[in-house]
Structure formats: C-alpha cells, structure tokens
C-alpha cells in the first residue's frame, strides 16, 4: 500500500514531492502516469489495491479529466484526500472545490509549501476516516457537529480572544474538521486574532451559489496554520446590513453538516444576528469580565434569554480577566449571574501578547496558567468530557 498515489509525467514535480514527504512524512509514494487513466475505472481499481490516503492530480493531467476522475473517487472514496497541481487560477480553485478536490498547489511552489499541504491533506483524512469509524459504530449518534457560541451582552470582555483559542484548541482534537465564523459582521477581529488576509467573507458564504452548494462554501473558507478553517467578517461594516438572520441560520447548518465543531464569535449585545445564531447552537459559551457591568450585563441579557426559551442544551460560562484584586470574588459573580463559573482565565501578560501578535495562546503552548485554564476549556468539548460524568459536576473556582 501507499500512502501517497501521484499521478503525473511530469518527472520533476514526481521528485518534488518525494523530497517534500521525505522531510517528515512517513508513507511511500507512488507515482503513475495519467495515460494509464483512458477507463476511470482503471484509476479505482488502483486505488482499492493501494488505499491510498492522498491523490495527487499532478502536472500533465488536462484539467477537464481531472475534474472528471476527481468526481467519480469523490463519491467512491469520500475519504480520500484529493490534491490538484495547477497554476494558480481562482475559477479552478472553485471548480476544483465543486469536484472534491480538498486543495490545489501551483507546480512551481518550493518542497515546505508542498510538504504542507500534503501534512494537511493527511490530517484531513485521518479526520473523515475516525469519524466514519465513530458513525459505523454508532449510528445514533447526531450528524452534525457540535455548534459553539461564544456571547456577551457587553464588548470588551475578550470574547474574540476565548472564541479563536477555543477554536484553535478544537483543531487539536480535530484536526481541519473545525470552522470559525466571525459573526460580529461590523467590527469582527477574527481575520487579525489570527493573522489573516482573507479573500473572502461571511457576506460571500452567504451569497449565490455558496448558500445552496456546500462545495462552493468551502471554497470561501480561509485555512490557518493551525489546522482550522476560518470565515471571516466583511471588512467594510456596510456589508453587514446586507446579511440577514436567516442566511446565517442556513450558514451554520451548512457548516455543522461537514465540520466537526463550528465556533461562532458573536458580535457585542443580543442582536438579530447573535440571536439567529443562538437558535442553531447546541453549546453557548458565556464570557464576563471580572468587573460589576460586565456581570449585570450578562445577567440581564441571560434573563431575557431565559424568558425567551433561548438557552441552548449545554451552557459553560467563562469569567475573563479573573484578578483576586478587582473587589469581586467569584461568589459574588455567581450570585449575580444565578449559574456556576465553570472556568476562569486570569489576567495575563501572554495571553494579550498573543493576541497582539495574531498567534493564539493555544497555537504556540505558550507556558501560562492562562493556557492550562484555555486548555480546561477546551476539554469541555471533547468526547470524553460530554459522555462523562465531569459533564454534570461544578467544581469551586478559587483564584489566588
């Protein structure tokens, strides 16, 4: 068997890609021909024999075959990690998205881009396999991925802060199977949390073909380094008059059917959009600053929530800023909001060094009790954590 099938003549990009999974990745590759391809069938064939994790369409192939035999051994082999090398054109990237093809390198590119890009496509397979395992041996479990949105009533409490290292933190237990979406559509600060300049926005994902097509969506999805994926909000705050509650709600059905966990950074205050957004969410993260209108703002907007039915099935409440020497203990802050605080995060000079410089606490393991804190919240996600008993048990928060 080999773990990588590369289909070329071009004998050049064959050593390119030798080196680059030399450089790292385990597997051997194996390198064919695109003329030994007339019958697609031919092409399956090999491919039962070799179970290959990823396909490599490479330089030599005319793209309309490709695009042809890409689509037959999307549907045959879903998990398999397809990889197209083509110059740098963005309608072949959305055609490409429309066939299965997960990603498309230019043939120029060096060995660490191309090891990369294989390095992802590897991890996006172990993902669709381990999930397919989990579906095959329990089948009553939900289709769709676990939905998480992380709110509060008042601004400057560090919500984006708590939403990309929770994601980032996601993309660990599953590797490109997370999304972040940038809901504060007027002044969202995803895109610079995480040192992007994305191409493509929430208004893009919402329109045209993207609303009905899951492929086209993911065409507008921005990767990170980190192994997720990220939708960011428009950079011109106009655009957001443009986006309606409704769209969103098919947006984020769209995405919990193909990502694992989709992390939604809701804007300041209970608006239409985070509302919208409230209504599709299977977990809502509270966040609150460690100051009295930070707290009664939260109380009151989880009031009203409560009069409204709104609370979604699991809720987790996060106390940001937690400093023994703001005047407030954390049983005054529980008693004012009415709920436990399930995990705080101390003041800390990393965590806004990190956030200062677009790399998340999480993404680098920065050593910080604010990381172990992050990292507590980030296990609330996973499998083990919500089978468990830990589900159902509140422990003390003391901070010193």
Known sequence: ??????????????????????????????????????????????????????????????????????????????????????????????????????????????????RLLLERACQAFATRHRTGQVQASAPQQKEHGLVVGVFSPKGGVGKTTIATNLAVGLGKIAPMGVVLVDLDLQFGDVASNLYLDPEYSVRDAVSGAASTDTMVLKAFLTPHPSGIYALCAPSNPADADSISAEQLGTLIKQLSAEFAYVVLDTGPGLTEHSLAALEQCTDAVWVTGMDVPSVRGLRSGLDILGKLNLFPETRHVVLNFADSKTGLSVQDVEATLGAPVDVFVPRSRALSLAT???????????????????????????PEWRTGSQRKSHRRVVIR
Not at 27 to 52: C, R
Not at 356 to 369: T, Y
């Open 1 to 114: 068997m080999s773990r990588f099938l590369l289909i070329t003549a071009d004998t050049a990009f064959d050593q390119k890609v030798r080196l680059a999974t030399a450089g790292g990745l385990p597997g051997e590759v194996l390198s064919v021909k695109p003329e030994l391809f007339a019958e697609s069938d031919d092409l399956l064939d090999l491919i039962t024999v070799q179970q290959p994790e990823v396909l490599v369409l490479g330089p030599g192939m005319a793209l309309d075959g490709a695009f042809r035999l890409a689509t037959i051994v999307d549907v045959r082999f879903p998990n398999l990690s397809m990889v197209l090398v083509a110059p740098e054109d963005s309608g072949i990237a959305l055609a490409a998205m429309r066939a299965g093809i997960r990603d498309v390198v230019d043939p120029t590119a060096d060995i660490p881009t191309v």
């Open 356 to 382: 200062n410089r677009g790399i998340p606490l999480l993404q680098e393991e920065v050593r910080d009790p604010a990381t172990k804190n992050l990292k507590g919240l980030v296990q609330r996600f996973s």
